[in-house]
């Protein structure tokens, strides 16, 4: 892929998991970046909020993302609500209208959407939600990269976390038997480093790219691979056949397991019922890969572990001072 000169990108849904990554990664590479939240005042402790220009606004509104979107070439948009109350589908929905036409209206020259590797057929909710996203964005006059991404593996991660929560508290435990679905993770290095480099593809660009790992796994050899790595006990989960109409409970005897909140946890689970593993690999022939390759499943996790209990006590580095893999400031209090 042709290489570019750095322009200016707006980064929606920066106070989340990627974007609080996403934004030192773009000022690194030479990116003007622009950032707009509805609460602009959890930013102006970032330690990049100097080198960023952080504006308030409502993804909701035309007018504020008209504001946002002007002189943008590159907008990256991580937007999705993961809560599950309400109609949740029809925020999202909108949202992605209102940036699909804001963005045209603006002259920007790409949209870049982090979606959701998934089959085919029926979806749960979320997955089906984060679909329809990216096919709002494609069908748009703007040229759009829509990168689907399963399980982002890194500290702070909401998927990351669950795995962590889970590998820790489940010792011997019976588990629906769709738990021996595979999926395919990716380490969060390599996610942004795809995301960077999206920016500067050709304006005949405008389809979905599958990215992930390496490695191949069930979620039950997450678990027990990362209970390893962690040096835990070993783990015993016991498959059981379950109806996937049990989604619902499991996820709600997560939410209770785990201190990762009821609406994050209870989409994550109910998209357990679907491999969700690469069907191409045509992102390989634009971005090339970090140097060295992409991260394996156990690479990712240690990376993600590396500086656990280290630092200095209560306090926590800002994204960008360190491997993106790590916990940070601006990961929920849930995480670690």
């Given at each position: 892929?042709?290489?570019m000169?750095?322009?200016?990108a707006?980064?929606l849904?920066?106070?989340?998991?990627?974007?609080?990554?996403?934004?030192?990664?773009?000022l690194d590479?030479?990116?003007?970046?622009?950032?707009?939240s509805?609460?602009?005042q959890?930013?102006?402790?970032?330690?990049?909020?100097?080198r960023?220009?952080?504006?308030?606004g409502?993804?909701?509104?035309?007018?504020?993302?008209?504001?946002a979107?002007a002189?943008?070439?590159?907008?990256y948009?991580?937007?999705?609500?993961?809560d599950?109350?309400?109609?949740?589908?029809?925020r999202?929905r909108?949202?992605?209208?209102?940036?699909?036409?804001?963005?045209?209206?603006?002259g920007?020259?790409?949209?870049?959407?982090?979606?959701?590797?998934?089959?085919?057929?029926p979806l749960?909710?979320?997955?089906?939600?984060?679909?329809?996203?990216?096919?709002?964005?494609?069908?748009?006059?703007?040229?759009?990269?829509v990168?689907?991404?399963?399980?982002?593996?890194?500290a702070?991660?909401?998927?990351?976390?669950?795995?962590?929560?889970?590998s820790a508290?489940?010792?011997?435990?019976p588990?629906p038997?769709w738990?021996?679905?595979?999926?395919q993770?990716i380490?969060?290095?390599?996610?942004l480093?795809y995301?960077?480099?999206?920016?500067?593809?050709?304006?005949?660009?405008n389809?979905?790219?599958?990215?992930g790992?390496?490695?191949?796994l069930?979620y039950?050899?997450?678990?027990?691979?990362?209970?390893?790595?962690?040096?835990?006990?070993?783990?015993?989960?016991?498959?059981l056949?379950?109806?996937?109409l049990?989604?619902?409970?499991?996820?709600?005897v997560?939410?209770?397991?785990?201190?990762?909140?009821?609406?994050?946890?209870?989409?994550?689970?109910?998209?357990l019922v679907?491999?969700?593993?690469?069907h191409?690999?045509?992102?390989?022939?634009?971005i090339?890969?970090?140097?060295?390759?992409?991260?394996?499943?156990?690479?990712?996790?240690?990376a993600?572990?590396?500086?656990?209990?280290?630092?200095?006590?209560?306090?926590?580095?800002?994204?960008?001072a360190q491997?993106?893999?790590?916990?940070?400031?601006?990961?929920?209090?849930?995480?670690?």
């Open positions: 892929m042709d290489t000169t750095p322009g200016r707006l980064v849904g920066a106070t989340g998991y990627v974007g609080s990554r996403l934004v030192p990664q773009l590479a030479g990116w003007s970046t622009r950032v707009m509805r609460h602009p959890r930013l102006t402790d970032r330690a990049w909020s100097a960023a220009e952080i504006v308030g409502d993804a909701s509104s035309a007018d504020d993302m008209a504001t979107c002189d943008v070439d590159v907008v948009y991580l937007l999705h609500s993961m599950g109350t309400g109609d949740f589908a029809q999202d909108e949202l992605a209208d209102v940036c699909a036409q804001v963005a045209a209206d603006a920007v020259r790409r949209i870049v959407y982090l979606g959701a590797l998934h089959p085919s057929g749960s909710p979320h997955l089906a939600s984060r679909v329809e996203v990216g096919e709002i964005l494609l069908a748009g006059e703007v040229p759009t990269t990168l689907q991404a399963a399980v982002v593996l890194g702070g991660s909401a998927s990351f976390e669950l795995l962590r929560h889970l508290r489940l010792i011997v435990a588990a038997d738990v021996l679905n595979r999926l993770p380490a969060i290095r390599d996610a480093h995301l960077v480099e999206s920016a500067a593809m050709g304006p005949d660009v389809r979905s790219f599958d990215i790992g390496p490695d191949v069930s039950r050899d997450m678990v027990l691979q990362y209970a390893d790595i962690a040096g835990l006990r070993r783990r015993h989960l016991l498959t056949q379950a109806p996937k049990l989604t619902g409970i499991a996820g709600e997560v939410g209770r397991l785990t201190p990762v909140p009821r609406g994050v946890a209870a989409p994550l689970v109910g998209s679907h491999e969700v593993i690469c191409e690999h045509d992102i390989e022939d634009l090339e890969p970090e140097l060295g390759g992409l991260l394996s499943f156990e690479l990712a996790v240690l993600a572990l590396e500086n656990e209990g280290r630092g200095e006590p209560g306090r926590l580095p800002e994204p960008g491997d993106p893999a790590y916990r940070t400031s601006a990961d929920p209090t849930w995480a670690g």
